[in-house]
Every structure is written in structure tokens, then in C-alpha cells.
């Protein structure tokens, strides 16, 4: 299983991005797919995440800013997000849980910049 994130960059505060992963591989069944992600000298954290069947749960650092979305047909999650805060940097990486045991898979990371 393969997990391919795009879409991070370099923006002003106040802007917006959006970023998406793509999922291949053996993949029976994504059950919640998500992102966290981890700025310098602190630890992962979850950003967003979204089940099969579309329940969203976010952290209160990013409710109303963001928006975490999925295709099922593609094996693809999104997070836009607008409003950007310097706060925001960091690597964000995508993952899912997939299968009847729930296995976890990682994406590489994708860096997303905000200047302030």
C-alpha cells in the first residue's frame, strides 16, 4: 500500500491550500482516512479525519478553517484549508486505516509553509 500526498507549499497568512493523497496498492476496504501533521521540536498530531461513510472530526486548532473530505471511488482524502496561520506549519502526512484489521498506513509528508 502506497499513500502519494500533494499540494503543500508556500503561502501568506490568510491564504488558502489544498492537499490530497492518493491511495494504491492491495487496499480491500479504507475505513478512516486523515492527516496530522508535525511542526519543529513538537509531536504529530492529528489535524482531521474522515470515516467511510463521512463523519468528520477535526482538531479546535483548525474547526472552520479547514475541511477534510474523501472519494471513495478514487482511494483519495483532501484537506483544504483556508485561513491560514503561521501556526499551521508543518509536515503534514495523510493516513488510513484499512482492512477488517484496521491496518495503518502513512504517506511521505508533505511540507506546508505560512508566512507570516
Known amino acids: 500500500v502506497q499513500l502519494q500526498a500533494s499540494g503543500g507549499g508556500l503561502v501568506q497568512a490568510g491564504g488558502s491550500l489544498r492537499l490530497s493523497c492518493a491511495a494504491s496498492g492491495s487496499i480491500f476496504s479504507i475505513n478512516t482516512m486523515g492527516w496530522y501533521r508535525q511542526a519543529p521540536g513538537k509531536q504529530r498530531e492529528l489535524v482531521a479525519a474522515v470515516t467511510r461513510g463521512g463523519s468528520t472530526n477535526y482538531a479546535n486548532s483548525v474547526e472552520g478553517r479547514f475541511t477534510v473530505s474523501r472519494d471513495n471511488a478514487k482511494n483519495t482524502v483532501y484537506l483544504q484549508m483556508n485561513s491560514l496561520k503561521p501556526e499551521d506549519t508543518a509536515v503534514y502526512y495523510c493516513?488510513?486505516?484499512?482492512?477488517?484489521?484496521?491496518?495503518?498506513?502513512w504517506g511521505q509528508g508533505t511540507q506546508v509553509t505560512v508566512s507570516s
Open positions: 493516513t488510513i486505516w484499512a482492512g477488517s484489521e484496521s491496518n495503518n498506513y
